[in-house]
């Protein structure tokens, strides 16, 4: 089992930044890729990015290639997601998820264990 806690998320000007941290517990131990998503209203969760164990490789949305940054503090058993030049579109609450090891994709929902609460993100004009 593991639990998942983001924060860092508030209310930013387009063009602004927010760095989010997600906080992992529990069996940390596992090799967990961590990925981030984020859902607005009305729409379906949708990918972002994301990580893998010992933060080898990151992988990102179309969307978001030039502008976020995914990274992971394994001795702190963190990972962050930094967003820059953010746009009012992407309001949006955003999620950390963990995925066990073997998966053979990492952009669905579906491909994830365990989630985090959510922390809301505000982009205003």
């Known amino acids: 089992q593991v639990q998942l806690v983001e924060s860092g998320g508030g209310l930013v000007r387009a063009g602004g930044s927010l760095r989010l941290s997600c906080t992992l517990s529990?069996?940390?131990?596992?090799?967990?890729?961590l990925g981030w998503f984020r859902q607005a209203a009305g729409k379906d969760r949708e990918f972002v990015a994301r990580?893998?164990?010992?933060?080898?490789?990151?992988t990102y949305a179309d969307s978001v290639r030039g502008r976020f940054s995914v990274s992971r503090d394994m001795d702190k058993n963190q990972a962050y997601l930094q967003m820059n030049v953010l746009k009012p579109h992407e309001t949006a609450i955003y999620y950390c998820?963990?995925?066990?090891?073997?998966?053979?994709?990492?952009?669905?929902?579906?491909?994830?264990?365990?989630w985090g609460q959510g922390t809301q993100v505000t982009v205003s004009t």
């Open positions: 529990g069996d940390t131990a596992g090799t967990y890729s």
């Open positions: 998820a963990a995925s066990g090891p073997g998966r053979p994709s990492y952009i669905h929902p579906g491909d994830y264990d365990y």
């Open positions: 990580i893998t164990w010992g933060g080898a490789w990151a």
